[in-house]
């Protein structure tokens, strides 16, 4: 198929265009979840094209080693792996960590990218709230796990994938887990989306000095199975409708893989951290997103939630953090709702 340069332009006008970085990762290593489908697999591509070698983490084996097998086809990057990780299990997540640190003399580049988005009311196996629960605590726990690796890997980069819904998000410290109110399944998602952007900006002041960079990135609108629970294409007037405006406005997994790459790869970004991206802008986040005060106890009450208090975290702690109750040991979502400080009032489109 031929295709128009009015076109190209279009299309780079609506998607924000490609990295202008043509830097490539020799030697590096790169861990990127959910990179079976979407955004993840088309960044796992571009970065193995690029040299990088590459560990998927995904719950899926069947389809991660397929994807695993089509990417080294492609790319001839022999160097890209399949892991197993299901980020809605502690238990799954400190296993993929352990052969991580095992297996992986270095990790150059974590690219926090796996998410589900508006599903139904499900629980974590440890008894989060899923979006929550996989969306922030998972990559919570994950990142904090590797961080000695990361640090020994410096200068190295965090890139947590967050969303434009975060303007409308709120963290309700009172009752993160979704017990005590009636559940909201998209103000459930900007809730773990908010928490994306304030993790980011918290880990960023705890790894001050030590080559480890973090930011977080809305890679814009795009096509993937993220939104499989929306129902925006169930009815046959969504479909014949609204598809083909869409097909215009929406990226290709592989338009919206630019921004991670972008972060992880560009020269110009050596030493950054702590911003939040919109697309491959440097944007501010929304009011909420900016709170020191929520983003530390978020901190506190994540690190107590998934367990970390008791194992200790000297590199990136902070001393008003001592005092904390600590986590229920059979159930830690159980403690979701103790005192753990008022909510972070909503901002609105």
Not at 69 to 79: D, M
Not at 182 to 199: G, I, P, W
Not at 300 to 308: A, D, K, M, Q, Y
Request: with cysteine; glycine share 8%; hydrophobic share 35%.
């Amino acid at each position: 198929m031929i295709t128009n340069h009015n076109d190209d332009l279009m299309i780079d006008r609506v998607t924000g265009g490609r990295c202008p970085s043509k830097a490539t990762i020799n030697e590096k290593t790169v861990v990127i979840t959910g990179a079976n489908t979407g955004i993840g697999k088309a960044t796992a591509r571009e970065l193995a094209r690029r040299g990088g070698r590459i560990i998927m983490g995904c719950r899926d084996m069947e389809k991660c080693e397929a994807a695993a097998k089509e990417i080294r086809g492609k790319t001839l990057n022999p160097h890209v792996y399949a892991r197993r990780l299901d980020l809605a299990s502690m238990e799954s997540i400190r296993e993929f960590a352990e052969r991580i640190k095992q297996e992986e003399p270095r990790v150059d580049i974590l690219i926090n990218n796996a998410g589900v988005m508006r599903c139904p009311q499900w629980k974590t196996d440890d008894g989060f709230d899923m979006q929550f629960g996989v969306n922030h605590l998972g990559h919570f726990l994950l990142t904090n796990l590797l961080l000695d690796k990361l640090k020994e890997s410096a200068p190295s980069r965090v890139i947590n994938l967050a969303s434009l819904a975060h303007i409308v998000g709120k963290l309700d410290f009172e009752d993160l887990n979704w017990e005590r109110k009636k559940f909201d399944t998209k103000q459930a998602y900007c809730q773990s989306k908010l928490a994306n952007v304030l993790f980011t900006r918290e880990l960023a002041k705890r790894l001050q000095g030590t080559g480890v960079t973090v930011n977080a990135v809305h890679p814009g609108v795009v096509a993937t199975e993220l939104g499989r629970h929306t129902g925006l294409h169930q009815s046959q007037f969504s479909s014949s409708l609204l598809s083909p405006l869409f097909s215009l406005l929406v990226k290709s997994p592989e338009h919206g893989a630019q921004p991670s790459v972008y972060l992880a790869v560009s020269e110009e970004l050596e030493g950054v951290t702590g911003r939040y991206y919109d697309v491959m802008t440097e944007k501010e986040p929304a009011p909420q997103a900016l709170d020191d005060e929520a983003a530390c106890r978020l901190w506190e009450v994540s690190s107590r939630l998934v367990g970390l208090e008791h194992e200790g975290q000297p590199s990136v702690s902070n001393p008003s953090a001592e005092g904390q109750n600590k986590a229920a040991q059979t159930n830690p979502a159980q403690t979701l709702g103790q005192n753990v400080g008022p909510a972070v009032s909503t901002v609105g489109l």
